[in-house]
């Protein structure tokens, strides 16, 4: 994979908007001590250039009463990692579904109400017929975020 | 956005139809300036930024990021970590995972591990230096992982990565 050779404005930028993606460039700016249109141009090339993919806000899942985060490990037999995977990805509720090297072949994340309903995608993906295993893990508290631990 | 989500935030937290639609339109970009918002909404400028000050300090929007492409600036993949500690060291355990860096998710778990722990990884050398600092923490007894290869992220904003 192709590496970007980032500067320090660059940096400052993507750690400013990292701590509050609000912040106006104009003062993004001010603080590197650089016209607005240096920022302006460099944000774009950034977002061109796909180092910054998009802005979200960050909801504090406790306040919004969402479901529980449920880690899924699942062993399968071989060769048969896409076929489950297509089918692990349409399951209500899944966030993340990947190929995985270790002791599970698919990993997947995904948010559900409440226990009955992390049983019934259990049994749905233990159902599977190529699926030979399936461990359940219960995320328990608020996920600690870091996204500011990239190391530039 | 999952269609869950919209409905447990309206039922629980009493948001009308504005507040929905502003943590909609914010959590696809955080950047979208209020007046745009406010258009789409036929609302004024005023009334947005007001609701968003509110959404603020009732701890609804915890703040706002931008979500980096880590494979743009120098890491290869991603790695999940099951850690399981001595019985009642978790919380612990966690603080200092939390803390080591290029490591962007991490929890406590019931199941068959005790914390979980995401992490974007440079090369094999950067995985094998990372497990290391985690099963010589204190209280740590067991690191499992699993290399990420081909993730689909159904939600892609989820981990802010």
């Given at each position: 994979m192709k590496e970007i050779k980032l500067d320090e404005i660059d940096i400052k930028l993507i750690r400013t908007l990292q701590n509050?993606?609000?912040?106006?460039l104009k003062e993004v700016a001010r603080e590197c001590n650089v016209s607005i249109d240096t920022i302006k141009n460099r944000y774009n090339i950034l977002k061109k250039i796909g180092v910054i993919r998009g802005s979200t806000i960050v909801l504090n899942p406790k306040e919004i009463g969402q479901g529980n985060l449920v880690f899924f490990g699942i062993q399968i037999m071989h060769h048969y990692s896409d076929s489950v995977i297509n089918l692990v990805k349409k399951?209500?509720?899944?966030y993340v579904v990947t190929k995985a090297i270790g002791r599970y072949d698919i990993e997947a994340i995904a948010i559900l109400d409440n226990i009955e309903k992390i049983g019934a995608t259990k049994n749905i993906i233990g159902d599977f017929?190529?699926?030979?295993n399936v461990d359940v893990d219960i995320l328990v508290d608020k996920p600690l975020l870091c996204p500011r631990n990239f190391e530039f | 956005m999952p269609k869950e989500f919209r409905i447990l935030t309206g039922d629980i937290m009493n948001l009308d139809e504005i507040d929905l639609a502003i943590l909609d339109s914010l959590k696809k970009d955080?950047?979208?300036?209020f007046r745009s918002i406010a258009r789409s909404l036929k609302v004024s400028p005023d009334t947005i930024s007001k609701r968003y000050e509110r959404l603020r300090e009732q701890g609804i929007i915890v703040g706002s990021t931008v979500v980096i492409n880590p494979s743009k600036i120098g890491y290869s993949f991603i790695t999940r970590f099951g850690i399981n500690v001595k019985p009642a060291y978790a919380s612990q355990v966690l603080e200092k995972i939390i803390q080591?860096?290029?490591?962007?998710v991490a929890s406590k778990l019931v199941g068959s591990h005790d914390i979980i722990a995401i992490s974007v990884i440079k090369n094999f050398k950067h995985l094998c230096e990372l497990r290391n600092s985690i099963l010589e923490m204190p209280y740590v007894e067991k690191v499992e992982l699993g290399m990420w290869i081909e993730?689909?992220?159904?939600?892609?904003y989820y981990f802010l990565i």
């Open positions: 509050d993606a609000r912040t106006s399951i209500p509720g899944m017929q190529q699926v030979k | 955080a950047r979208k300036s080591i860096p290029n490591v962007i993730t689909m992220e159904l939600c892609p």
